[in-house]
């Protein structure tokens, strides 16, 4: 199963929004309406922020949102703020109860 | 308070074994699927392996396929992930993480505990 496709890294001012692409297949984010995302902080374990594409755990900032078309989902950062600088990753689920990740996206907060 | 805490990493020899441990506490661990997750020093994360609530369904990663075993006792509330014929490419964080049935997401994750293979 390879690594679905995430820009290496995405930038932006405080206050703006910014998306983060996740492009998979057909056997992944586009058949399943199973996507997450998870935000990372050096040295920290990742933290869920986004399930079935478009839904926020409760204790999520409402900044955060997700959307889906075809082969492609996007998490979108509105209000950019600087402890919104992390590693963010999305991930899929594939089948048979296993799951493919992204290559990751570096958010930096300029 | 939910908790995942992962232990048991360390050094080890190329074709050397290892078993990680993850304890649970503050939710029913025998209802909830689990999984292993890991991440080499500075890459991306990568999913390992999953193992339904009662065990009795597993699945594994191409990449270590024949070489771990995923394993889980309700009674003492904990996941393992026994490690063999580990290789220097293992060399990474491994996280345990609960996967809730319906959720098809990691919403807990564990501390982390990280293994090097090297001689």
Known sequence: QSALTQPASV???PGQSITISCTGTSSDVGGYNYVSWYQQHPGKAPKLMIHDVTNRPSGVSNRFSGSKSGNTASLTISGLQ???EADY???SFTGSSTSVFGTGTKVTVL | ??????SGGGLVQPGGSLRLSCAASGFTFSSYEMNW????PGKGLEWVSYISSGG???YYADSVKGRFTISRDNAKNSLYLQMNSLRAEDTAVYYCARYP?????FDIWGQGTMVTVSS
Do not use: F, K, N, T
């Open chain 2, 37 to 40: 997750v890991r991440q080499a």
């Open chain 2, 101 to 105: 049935w319906g959720l098809r997401a």
């Open chain 2, 1 to 6: 308070e939910v908790q995942l805490v992962d």
């Open chain 1, 82 to 84: 600087a402890e919104d």
């Open chain 1, 89 to 91: 990753y999305c991930s």
């Open chain 2, 56 to 58: 009795r369904s597993i």
């Open chain 1, 11 to 13: 930038s932006g001012s």
